[in-house]
């Protein structure tokens, strides 16, 4: 089983509509997590922290489950410019702080 | 302010012959990161430092990668010698270990094509 997991997509997704996704994860330790944005042949770029008790930036809201161990991003009002791949991290606990693992992505196609 | 620079952009090589990858990191920041991405094994960490110091090298496919960090603002990662399948695209992040969220930042890679 990999450390870090989510749904390839594409999620097809009509411009203005809402649009949510799941990262699992199968360290208990993990302490951080993370959303990026990675568009096509570019680099990833950090889009928002999750904490605990979940937080908004924006019309993107990221929620932490650590009794079901995954993490989720919505994003609302979606535009043609959120299309890309949406990579989640996870730190490895205390003993590798810093260190993060990435799921393969999930990619997110806005559509007019 | 400048992010994390990486140099070169684009790379093409031969097998067999040594590649040099280079990275600035953001001022500042005491972590360094390698990391390798294809589309088959996704991002992968070759390497991390902190303060300079190569922490965790599990990642580092074999003896044909290495790297180093002389100083706070400069690293570099080898391969010698190269081979096709180490074709992808390296990044290097950079973070402030003393955050209590290790959020890391991306360069813009560079993209490596060995014949």
């Known amino acids: 089983r990999k450390e870090v997991e989510q749904d390839p997509g594409p999620f097809n997704v009509p411009e203005g509509a809402t649009v949510a996704f799941n990262c699992t994860y199968s360290?208990?330790?993990?302490?951080?997590f993370f959303w990026y944005r990675q568009d096509c042949r570019k680099e990833p770029k950090l889009l928002m922290s999750?904490?605990?008790s979940g937080n908004e930036d924006g019309r993107f809201t990221a929620q932490l489950n650590r009794a079901s161990q995954y993490i989720s991003l919505l994003i609302r009002d979606s535009k043609l410019s959120d299309s890309a791949t949406y990579l989640c991290?996870?730190?490895?606990?205390?003993?590798?702080?810093?260190?993060?693992?990435f799921g393969a992505g999930t990619q997110v196609v806005v559509t007019p | 302010d400048a992010g994390v620079i990486q140099s070169p952009r684009h790379e093409v090589t031969e097998m067999g012959q040594e590649v040099t990858l280079r990275c600035k990191p953001i001022?500042?920041?005491?972590?360094l990161f390698w990391y390798r991405q294809t589309m088959m094994r996704g991002l992968e960490l070759l390497i991390y430092?902190?303060?300079?110091?190569?922490?965790?090298d599990s990642g580092m496919p074999e003896d044909r990668f290495s790297a180093k960090m002389p100083n706070a603002s400069f690293s570099t990662l080898k391969i010698q010698p190269s081979e096709p399948r180490d074709s992808a695209v390296y990044f290097c992040?950079?973070?402030?270990?003393?955050?209590?969220?290790?959020?890391?930042?991306f360069g813009p890679g560079t993209r490596l094509t060995v014949l």
């Open positions: 992040a950079s973070s402030r270990r003393d955050r209590a969220y290790n959020e890391q930042f």
């Open positions: 360290n208990s330790a993990s302490q951080s």
């Open positions: 999750v904490y605990s």
């Open positions: 991290a996870v730190n490895g606990g205390a003993d590798s702080w810093g260190k993060l693992q």
């Open positions: 001022s500042g920041h005491n972590s």
């Open positions: 430092f902190n303060n300079n110091v190569p922490i965790d």
